[in-house]
Nanobody, 115 residues
Framework: QVQLVESGGGLVQAGGSRRLSCAAS????????MAWYRQAPGEERKLVAA???????NYADSVKGRFTISRDTAKNTVYLQMNSLKPEDTAVYYC?????????WGQGTQVTVSS
């Protein structure tokens, strides 16, 4: 079992920045992949960024160069630094942990980007 708690969402103006945090209940070095997904109203949940236990990263094309995923292993926390935010980044952002064959989700945090 992995519990995930997201924080950092809120309202931000276009062009601004925001950092999301995801605190895990276990050692993230033993989690195969940790990722951020987002879901906008009426749309499917989509991958935003991922980081493996070996610290390889992957990003959706729409956020490359603007978002950065990172981790603090001492705090068992993964971050998503979001810069140059656009109104189309508005969504509920979910933290995800994939361990072997199991996927765990946080409760989500709303990010709203105003134009």
């Amino acid at each position: 079992q992995v519990q995930l708690v997201e924080s950092g969402g809120g309202l931000v103006q276009a062009g601004g920045s925001r950092r999301l945090s995801c605190a895990a209940s276990r050692d993230i070095l033993k989690i195969d992949v940790m990722a951020w997904y987002r879901q906008a109203p009426g749309e499917e949940r989509k991958l935003v960024a991922a980081i493996t236990s070996g610290e390889s990263t992957n990003y959706a094309d729409s956020v490359k160069g603007r978002f950065t995923i990172s981790r603090d292993t001492a705090k068992n926390t993964v971050y998503l630094q979001m810069n140059s935010l656009k109104p189309e980044d508005t969504a509920v952002y979910y933290c995800n942990a994939f361990v072997f064959t199991h996927a765990y989700w946080g409760q989500g945090t709303q990010v709203t980007v105003s134009s």
